[in-house]
């Protein structure tokens, strides 16, 4: 590995905004268009030689970092898990998980294109608090997965003796699911596996595996530098810190933003030029979130808020729906998790086929009240199953069309929804930010 920097010249922008609050400097985000180089990214004070990991440790956990690939869990706690495991197992491993298999987010990809030293510096501070020597990053964009080589090639000599590669596997939902990227990085399919052994107990080589998303590492080195209580010093108690948010639907171009938790929807949607008015309800959290009513108007973007509407916060990703009509953006979803799903469970593949069969007659206007009661206890009773939360996906999918979105449903039930009359909404993939990847 060459030890020279180099140019990295291989990196494509992402053709999409950024922009953060007014008033709010920027963490993750840059404010042009730039690739961030080795040069730049050190100059803001990237790679700083770590002298303690345990006070790292300490600091990561006063600072409550949540995890930004959907379920929102404490970073603490499993960097603690896989330390410990690691231990007794004499070697643990960590992952950069970048797949970003959600279609309506962008955040993990204009990270890792954008800010890869940045990525790269997470992961470093990362595999010394767990004692990783080995770590991968598991990507589907080639772009990404470019900038990413050009910059380990860089920071070979910051990186020292932390041995790091690349793999790229075919996008898909289910790829980036944790056990999927461990199968993968094994040699195997892209696909989940049942748990237990979770990967802090067995991951990679049947080593304690710390997996973590991109936008997560990327936020380790403000708290190495800065401490907990800069990192909180945004956002909310519970749900400390910045979020990158990917804002799609509302008849708008996409925009990545950088939101403190904590802020006020109707705050988002000024910022987005979208009249509250205007608004009919939200895919929230991506596709696994399910959908809220105009109730999220008066919520806050944080997750004790979106969690006390029903919902979720996901991956970041916020699907405005204002022309759509969410029966019909409820069918194009499940038939997105029916095509998406891995096909190895029964209760899932047989699931999530009946509930798209139930949405697709409800939104085509022949559904009868047999149908209706036989989704709506789908929805309850199939959660939880299959070998990964997918399962649960679809039935958020169906149990919030059902109870949020009462109205259109008996609109449907009875063949007179204006919406679908005048524009009938059939997507594949809802939403879906099209970037473009040198593939
Ligand atoms: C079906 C499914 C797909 C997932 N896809 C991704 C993904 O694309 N990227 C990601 O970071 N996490 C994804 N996750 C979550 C991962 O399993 C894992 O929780 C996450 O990478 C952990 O990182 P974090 O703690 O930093 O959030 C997915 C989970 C499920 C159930
Ligand atoms: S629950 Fe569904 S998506 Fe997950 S592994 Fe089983 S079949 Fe695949």
């Not at 933003?257 to 109707?266: K, N, S, V």
């Amino acid at each position: 590995m060459s030890t020279a920097p180099t140019t990295v010249a291989t990196d494509r922008p992402i053709p999409i905004a950024v922009a953060s609050l007014p008033g709010i400097a920027p963490r993750l985000l840059l404010s042009d268009r730039r690739v961030e180089d080795l040069a730049d990214y050190r100059r803001s004070g990237g790679y700083q030689p770590l002298e303690n990991p345990d006070r790292l440790l300490g600091e990561v956990d006063e600072s409550g970092l949540r995890g930004r690939g959907g379920a929102g869990f404490p970073l603490g706690i499993k960097l603690r898990s896989v330390r410990e495991h690691g231990l007794r197992a004499g070697e643990a491993v960590i992952v950069a998980n970048g797949e970003e298999g959600e279609p309506a987010s962008v955040k993990d990809r204009w990270l890792m294109r954008h800010r890869p030293h940045l990525v790269l510096d997470g992961l470093r501070l990362a595999a010394a608090v767990v004692g990783a020597r080995r770590g991968h990053v598991y990507v589907s964009d080639a772009d990404a997965a470019a900038a990413i080589e050009a910059a380990l090639l860089d920071a070979a000599e910051i990186l020292g003796d932390l041995e790091l590669s690349v793999l790229v596997v075919e996008a898909g939902y289910v790829s980036g699911e944790e056990t999927a990227a461990i199968r993968a990085i094994n040699g195997g399919p892209a696909k989940p596996s049942d748990k237990p052994p979770r990967p802090f107990e067995q991951g990679v080589a049947g080593m304690p595996t710390l997996v973590s998303n991109v936008e997560t590492l990327a936020h380790i080195p403000h708290i190495a530098r800065n401490g907990a209580a800069s990192f909180r010093s945004r956002g909310t108690t519970s749900s400390p810190g910045t979020f990158l948010a990917t804002v799609t639907g509302a008849g708008k171009p996409p925009v990545l933003y950088e939101i403190p938790h904590g802020l006020p929807f109707a705050d988002l949607l000024a910022v987005h030029g979208v009249a509250s008015d205007d608004v009919r309800g939200v895919l929230m959290g991506g596709y696994f979130g399910g959908l809220l009513s105009r109730d999220v108007l008066t919520g806050t973007l944080d997750h004790d808020s979106i969690r006390s509407l029903g919902g979720g916060l996901g991956c970041g990703a916020i699907s405005l729906l204002t022309d759509q009509c969410p029966v019909a953006v409820a069918a194009s979803v499940m038939r997105y998790f029916d095509r998406e799903n891995a096909g190895q469970c029964g209760s899932c593949f047989n699931g999530t086929a009946a509930m798209a069969a139930v949405l697709d007659a409800l939104r085509d206007g022949i559904a009868g009240a047999d149908d209706l009661a036989r989704l709506e206890r789908w929805s309850v009773v199939l959660r939880g199953r299959g070998a990964c939360a997918t399962l649960d996906a679809a039935t958020n999918v169906a149990a919030t069309v059902l109870s949020r979105f009462p109205d259109a449903v008996a609109d449907h039930r009875s063949g007179r929804c204006t919406t679908c009359d005048e524009a009938p909404y059939r997507t594949l993939r809802p939403f879906a930010v099209e970037i473009g990847a040198r593939l």
